[in-house]
T-cell receptor, first 112, second 113 residues
Framework: SQTIHQWPATLVQPVGSPLSLECTVE??????LYWYRQAAGRGLQLLFY??????ISSEVPQNLSASRPQDRQFILSSKKLLLSDSGFYLC???????????FGPGTRLLVL | DAKTTQPPSMDCAEGRAANLPCNHS???????VYWYRQIHSQGPQYIIH???NNETNEMASLIITEDRKSSTLILPHATLRDTAVYYC??????????????FGEGTQLTVNP
């Protein structure tokens, strides 16, 4: 069966510091991968998605970036965090060509 | 993507059926209706999806009206563990085959003992 992992689970970072969140998927190959952010009390916002290694599509302009160095690894990064980057970051995967997405446990980021 | 409208909150007694409505009046012919739920501080969990026909799985049933402008998620015997925010999403596929699920505010379902 497929599983999706995210780490860390919780992160507290100062403004201006860098960020690296990691997501890995097991039990499948060539998945579509997604990064979402959920601000407190609000719905999910799609940030990035990837249909293959090195292929990243950005949905909204921001100071975040994403990379996919391996087939089942998706990384969310920032060079300098802003207060507004605080939120709950969720990684998801879907089979290529399929619509149903499956989410990881999330990373809660607090920027102070 | 078509937008959806859901009530912000609902209550249900434990053991009773929970019926969660969703309006999606601007849905287009090739868009699916998806339901996810999110228990506090966890990632969203897929529940069910459908295109035109009613669907049922081990978690829930999905009833889609004939004109596809609205749907209802039914949890037949709600338990306390079903307390969560339920999201109704109308799905469309991006130009580069990347799925784009747009989550709105959802419905906070509270199951009471």
């Amino acid at each position: 069966s497929q599983t999706i992992h995210q780490w860390p689970a919780t992160l507290v970072q100062p403004v201006g510091s860098p960020l690296s969140l990691e997501c890995t998927v097991e039990g499948t190959s060539n998945p579509n991968l997604y990064w979402y952010r959920q601000a407190a009390g609000r719905g999910l916002q799609l940030l990035f998605y990837s249909v293959g290694i090195g292929q990243i599509s950005s949905e909204v302009p921001q100071n975040l970036s994403a990379s996919r160095p391996q087939d089942r690894q998706f990384i969310l990064s920032s060079k300098k965090l802003l207060l507004s980057d605080s939120g709950f970051y969720l990684c998801a995967w879907s089979k290529a060509g399929a619509e149903t997405q499956y989410f990881g446990p999330g990373t809660r980021l607090l920027v102070l | 993507d078509a937008k959806t409208t859901q009530p912000p909150s609902m209550d249900c007694a434990e053991g009773r059926a929970a019926n969660l409505p969703c309006n999606h009046s601007t849905i287009s012919g090739n868009e699916y209706v998806y339901w996810y739920r999110q228990i506090h501080s966890q990632g969203p969990q897929y529940i069910i999806h459908g295109l035109k026909n009613n669907e049922t799985n081990e978690m829930a049933s999905l009833i889609i009206t004939e004109d596809r402008k609205s749907s209802t998620l039914i949890l037949p015997h709600a338990t306390l563990r079903d307390t969560a925010v339920y999201y109704c999403i109308v799905y469309s596929q991006g130009e580069t085959s990347g799925s784009r699920l747009t989550f709105g505010e959802g419905t906070q379902l509270t199951v009471n003992p």
